[in-house]
Nanobody
Framework: QLQLVESGGGLVQPGGSLRISCVVSGFASDDYVIGWFRQAPGKEREGLLCISRSGSSTVFADSVKGRFTGTRHNAENTAYLQMKSLKPEDTAVYYC??????????????????WGQGTQVTVSS
């Protein structure tokens, strides 16, 4: 079965950096788009960025532009979200998601069919 597993979340200080990972399994090929989302307490799920099959990244959320970067290593079936200059308002559960057969990035969660379980990122002093 298709599966995405996030890891690498944790507690970081404001201004710090963190990289979280998304390991993808069960796909016959790398023909899928990866999206990164987050959901803070009491808020709707927010699309952050997406990564094409070739590795190009598009950041959608103004709140993270210049601070968050998405990458993927297809040979390892792993995608990453690199976060820097973290703020308390970045505290959320972070999710990766896959759009099998997708060619283009999407900022909408309904475009993605397979989701990871999420990893908690807490930014606090």
């Amino acid at each position: 079965q298709l599966q995405l597993v996030e890891s690498g979340g944790g507690l970081v200080q404001p201004g710090g950096s963190l990289r979280i990972s998304c390991v993808v399994s069960g796909f016959a090929s790398d023909d899928y788009v990866i999206g990164w989302f987050r959901q803070a307490p009491g808020k709707e799920r927010e699309g952050l960025l997406c990564i094409s099959r070739s590795g190009s990244s598009t950041v959608f959320a103004d709140s993270v532009k210049g601070r968050f970067t998405g990458t993927r290593h297809n040979a390892e079936n792993t995608a990453y979200l690199q976060m820097k200059s973290l703020k308390p308002e970045d505290t959320a559960v972070y999710y990766c998601a896959a759009d099998p057969g997708g060619y283009y990035c999407s900022n909408y969660d309904y475009e993605y069919d397979v989701w990871g379980q999420g990893t908690q990122v807490t930014v606090s002093s």
